[in-house]
């Protein structure tokens, strides 16, 4: 319904004029109940009622310094691994009553940051997936905004963190149980954490079992970057390799079928994040697994707590998500050893 003898929606002013009170206090008494009386508070809910009418929410957000809107930061929406995480994210934020605002920033730490200074006017709060930025930016975005990142961990700011190191020594272990003793770790963006921690537990696990890891790249987080990634792998020299994601690794697959290698009787490739079509590959690809949509959901619950401190649910600073290895085709007996 809509005011009376207009085809416009109802305003607080319509409201005033049914209840014969001033607009502010019809303001006051639909943002803040409390602080108005309580008959006249029914009389304004009412007629509220009557003409059907809705806050408009940029209003809300002035009066109140709230949005009801949490802005997603992801760097690449193209990627498969980030399907479940926003799905996590939207769901969990509209059980809140909040408006997810999905952000693509294109592997830019430019385009991250200018990003974040646009959503302090329009969203609450932030919660940044593989952040491109410094600690130094982050630290500084997070004292204007509430903020909380995913697979960046950064001392002050509040993070859920995906456990993929101790899965790729877990990969690394699976590799040398099949026989294998050169192995290359194809890295990430130089400046994605999670591919350097990757790559520190692979060194310690494997110098701990006393087998060659070697570190090639930096690539691209995208299919297309297999092809260089394959070529590299064989020019080194290695049978087995442990790519930084799902997607370099089944870039990898083509690329080696392509050049007549088989996988996995002349090389081994491992995977991480078991996006959707892992499982489709020929062969289907061995790869880390872990709770995605779940982390999203968690990155929700601790950005809430510090919006609504007096809400309760906690003030976690850090959540770890387990992950562990899913053993399918791509791997097997190094050569020479079956």
Known sequence: MQAAGTDRPATIHDIAAICGVAASTVSRALSTPDRVNIRTRA??????????YTPNSQAKALSSGRTGAVGVLVPDITNPFYFDLIRGTQLQLKAAGYTQ???DTEESDEVEASTME???KSADGIIVAASRLSDEALLAAAARIPMVTINRDVAGIPAVVIDTPSATSQALDHLISL???????????LTSQSS????????????????????LGPFAP???????????????????????????????????????????EDMSVVGCDDIFGADFCNPPLTTMASPIEQAGRVAVSMLLAQLNPLAGGGSRSRSLMPTHLTVRGSTGAAPGTR
């Open 101 to 103: 605002l999905l952000v």
């Open 118 to 120: 646009q959503l302090r």
């Open 43 to 52: 009389r304004i809910e009412a007629a509220a009622a009557e003409l059907n």
């Open 179 to 189: 026989g294998h003793t050169r192995i290359a770790y194809m890295a990430g963006p």
């Open 222 to 264: 995208k299919t297309q970057s297999g092809a260089a990634a394959a070529d590299a792998a064989v020019h080194s020299g290695v049978t087995a390799c442990i790519a930084f994601n799902d997607l370099i690794a089944i870039g990898m697959l083509q690329r080696l079928r392509e050049r007549g290698i088989r996988v996995p």
């Open 196 to 215: 350097t921690l990757r790559w520190i537990a692979l060194a310690a696990a494997a110098e701990d079992r006393g087998v060659e890891v070697r570190r």
